[in-house]
């Protein structure tokens, strides 16, 4: 009786996880739809930061590209510990630069830059990706709005190459569908740390060695009673194709993130002092006990195996397995037969992966620059 109970524990847990949250949400937000109330006053001025570590190669595109947005702009970018002609060729582009010789990693920087810049608005953007001229139009319309305290764009990524990526990219698809069902019923949790805007005046600094900037920020604004929204037209594109290997790398350090917030902020977890307690518990947290979940699911059939239907349940886990093991091994086998499994399967793995480095990992913001043929 207890192994059965664990096993249907476990699978109503999982499939909660990763499908049920997500139908949930597009069901109370279409019932309950956000409207934004736009005033007549025109959006505050706007600036655009990046923080860059030695990134002499493409800064200079990325301030062009930003400054070819048809609002006017002030770029800033913080050097953070360059080795490099980041800081001369960000000066040379028209930036205004805050150089930091040593390196402490995005959160310290933007806990340093932020208050020091002038514009209402703040928008944050990464080095790599670029953005088209509309993007920052569509980020700042919203703060017409008073009740809007942040707003997320969408990373575009290219077409994975891999069965794995593959598989990653689908979540990734179903990510920004759960972001924009927040976003229509309340608010988001989280943002895109590459395309994303806040009310300044609003920004508090973030411990240095906090790892996700861009959950802990917009969730301190909702905190403070406004709204973090989502605009799928907001775009940043990223020329390099998802490879598994960098998105090992990237996910792992988000899972550690997500790891830290737990810890770090537990009163998230109370309804009565955060309004977003149940999305943030349903969107980020369970999927910690993804692995944990797995396992049980597993053993529990394995235990059941004599009776029929459990070692139906048992066979059927392990047919999952394998096609993830051999869309794992073979990464030319992009079919969803194979991708999506493989993709489940490594997502959960890099969560093992995140809480190994949470506990054991380097304890800086600094993040680990990919090489350029790689996302990071």
């Known amino acids: 009786m207890a192994c059965q109970i664990l096993f249907w524990v476990s699978v109503t847990l999982l499939g909660y996880t990763f499908l049920g949250y997500q139908l949930l949400i597009g069901l109370v937000a279409a019932l309950r ?97 670029q953005f088209t001229p509309e993007t920052i139009p569509r980020l700042i319309r919203h703060f017409s709005d ?89 775009e940043a594109f990223d020329p390099q194709p998802l490879d598994p290997r960098a998105e090992a790398r990237r996910k792992a ?34 999927r910690l006990a993804g692995p944990v979940l797995l396992v049980c699911a597993l053993a529990s059939c394995a235990c059941l195996a004599g009776i029929p239907m459990y070692r139906a349940f048992l066979g059927l886990q392990l047919l999952l397995y394998c096609l993830a093991a051999a869309g794992l091994a073979l990464p030319s086998l992009r079919m969803l037969l194979f991708s999506v499994p493989a993709g489940f399967v490594f997502l959960n793995v890099m969560t093992l992966r995140g809480l190994f480095r949470f506990f054991f990992g380097p304890r800086t913001g600094a993040w680990e620059k990919a090489p350029s043929h790689e996302p990071g």
């Open 146 to 234: 008073p009740a809007i305290g942040a707003v997320s764009g969408i990373l575009r990524i290219g077409e994975a190459g891999t069965s794995t990526g593959a598989g990653v990219n689908l979540y990734w698809n179903m990510e920004t569908a759960v972001r924009q069902s927040e976003s229509d019923f309340d608010s988001c949790v989280g943002c895109t740390g590459a395309v994303y805007a806040i009310r300044r005046s609003l920004f508090r600094p973030v411990p240095a060695d906090t790892i996700l900037d861009d959950v802990v920020i917009p969730m301190s604004i909702a905190l403070a009673g406004h709204r973090v929204v989502y605009d799928k037209e907001a």
């Open 33 to 129: 739809r956000r409207m934004e109330q736009p005033t007549a006053a025109a959006p505050e001025r706007a600036a655009v930061l990046i923080v860059a570590h030695d990134e002499e190669v493409r800064i200079r595109a990325r301030i062009e590209n930003l400054l070819a947005s048809p609002v006017p702009l002030e770029v800033a970018v913080c050097s953070d510990g360059s080795t490099d002609a980041t800081a001369a060729q960000a000066r040379a582009a028209g930036a205004r630069v805050f150089e930091f010789p040593e390196r402490r990693g995005k959160a310290a920087c933007l806990s340093d830059a932020i208050p020091a810049l002038e514009a209402g608005i703040v928008v944050l953007a990464d080095s790599r990706q």
């Open 253 to 286: 350090r988000t899972l550690a993130g997500n790891f830290q917030m737990l810890i770090r902020h537990p009163a998230w977890l109370l309804p009565w002092k955060n309004r977003l307690a149940f999305q943030l518990v349903s969107h980020k947290y369970l």
